[in-house]
């Protein structure tokens, strides 16, 4: 178990303002004829936990309110979560001005003979035991199975846990109770990926703020488990790093994708994208007036294989990617390696063979994709024509703007645009984003055409919630020439 993810254990569990150790999130025990009334009125009150399943009461439950009482564990009782929390003294949640306090401030009065109270304790030893429901709790914890494995379904938030665990035994604790129960092999606390970051991934931090351009997941703390050596943001690994580095392999849609959490990020929340490019009308023949594996797509931002994998599994005959990460590049070859697919790797400043081989379907170029429009017009003629172009990167990928559309083939095609937009700006921003394009085209095509090219935006796709109002998008934006 490593030193250092415990360490940021600790100083996560002290970050909370106030001293949670003492308090205890109250449940309640109902009949299951009073769950629809009592539900709505904890809803009503804002106090309903729906984070926390209501489910059967549970034999424990029961006899934790009943012990002081002559009334016999019930079948039908209903374990309903809130998001109330007090301090319990010795007396407990039975004395009397405790127990009408916890009624009032939850709207429950009217039921007060019907219900029970329990507090959920503290301390999780044990909280994983067999009997328990694997669904009492937050899901944001990530839990990494081996490469050799499956991605384990652990996903519980750690901090949930954190303000409660009394000492750093418990935490040993905790990690031990995943590791039985859902036989994984290694665990870490999961933080988001910043824009800017100090130079130490270490999660002690350290060094100076500096612009995230690889987007590190540099809040990663490891829990249990080897995750490979702390390295600072700037080190370029070698074969060693990599061999010393732990990887996991996800499986989504078909398509295995490969990472070292430690150094490279991976996002689950872009599995509908992933689904859509499998399905897009726009890589029908009907719509490319060819097969696709005669057309190529271009992947500006392709992190471990994201889409470009998509795109791949979907039968375009090309793909070229560009990724400055190196560990995101070596994800994507390990990736492209267990799909099957061949796979040519040419690094910054190197100069490719005059021809790629017809095994090859992905190119990936280790490189700013500043570079893209000369090296795909040093290959154009060993590839099929350039018919898509993605530009996934958040918050916004408009500086890819105008290398999408000199790379596109002058034949038209599509650039998937992919962007942060406030959901009550969408229907601006789109018409915004519209005419930037118009704009790049007209300047890209001003020697070839005086005819005036279409630009439309076919599709907007509403990817998933980036923050409150706010939306990850993906705009389908279609080039047409003259004629």
């Not at 003979?113 to 429901?133: E, N, P, Y």
Request: glycine share 6%.
């Amino acid at each position: 178990m490593q030193s250092d993810g415990f360490n940021r254990l600790s100083s996560q569990r002290t970050r909370s303002p106030t001293d949670n150790t003492s308090r205890s999130r109250i449940a309640l025990i109902v009949p299951k004829t009073l769950v629809k009334k009592i539900k709505n009125a904890l809803e009503a009150h804002g106090n309903l936990d729906k984070k926390v399943k209501i489910r059967p009461a549970r034999l424990e439950e029961q006899r934790a309110y009943l012990e002081e009482v002559s009334i016999e564990p019930r079948l039908d009782a209903i374990f309903i979560p809130t998001k109330v929390s007090r301090r319990i003294e010795q007396a407990g949640l039975h004395a009397l001005p405790v127990r009408w306090d916890l009624l009032q401030s939850l709207g429950l009065v009217e039921f007060e003979v019907d219900i029970g109270m329990i507090a959920l304790k503290q301390d999780t030893h044990g909280f994983l035991d067999s009997d328990k429901d694997c669904e009492d709790g937050p899901r944001s914890h990530e839990a990494f199975a081996s490469e050799t494995g499956f991605m384990n379904p652990l996903a519980r938030t750690i901090d949930h846990w954190l303000y409660q665990l009394p000492h750093e035994k418990a935490e040993q604790y905790f990690a031990r109770d995943v590791v039985l129960k859902f036989r994984t092999s290694h665990i870490a606390l999961n933080a988001p990926i910043l824009a800017s970051a100090s130079k130490r991934t270490s999660v002690q931090g350290g060094g100076h703020p500096e612009t995230n351009i690889l987007r590190s997941p540099t809040g990663l703390a490891p829990v249990y488990g080897d995750f490979g050596p702390d390295l600072s943001m700037d080190h370029a690994p070698t074969i060693t790093d990599f061999s010393a580095a732990f990887w996991c392999t996800a499986q989504q849609n078909g398509i295995f994708q490969t990472w070292a959490p430690r150094y490279t990020m991976f996002s689950r929340g872009n599995i509908s994208e992933k689904v859509r490019i499998l399905s897009l009308k726009t890589l029908t023949k009907k719509q490319l007036r060819s097969q696709p594996e005669e057309t190529s797509a271009v992947d500006l931002f392709a992190g471990i294989g994201y889409f470009a994998f998509s795109y791949a599994k979907v039968g375009v005959g090309k793909v070229l990617c560009w990724e400055i990460n190196p560990w995101s590049v070596e994800g994507l070859r390990r990736g492209a390696k267990r799909n099957g697919w061949g796979i040519k790797y040419i690094k910054d400043g190197q100069a490719p063979n005059e021809t790629i081989n017809e095994e090859d379907r992905l190119i990936v170029f280790q490189e700013s994709n500043a570079h893209a429009t000369r090296r795909i017009a040093a290959v154009k003629d060993s590839i099929p024509p350039v018919r898509h172009v993605n530009c996934g990167l958040l918050p916004s990928s408009k500086d890819s703007w105008e290398v999408a559309v000199q790379v596109l083939d002058p034949a038209g095609g599509w650039i998937h645009v992919h962007e942060n937009i406030a959901k009550k700006d969408i229907e601006g921003r789109r018409e915004e984003i519209v005419g930037i394009f118009s704009r790049l085209v007209m300047n890209h095509c001003v020697h070839e055409s005086q005819e005036q090219w279409r630009v439309d935006c076919e599709h907007v796709e509403q990817v998933k919630s980036y923050a409150p109002g706010v939306m990850h998008y993906v705009l389908d934006i279609s080039i047409s020439p003259p004629g």
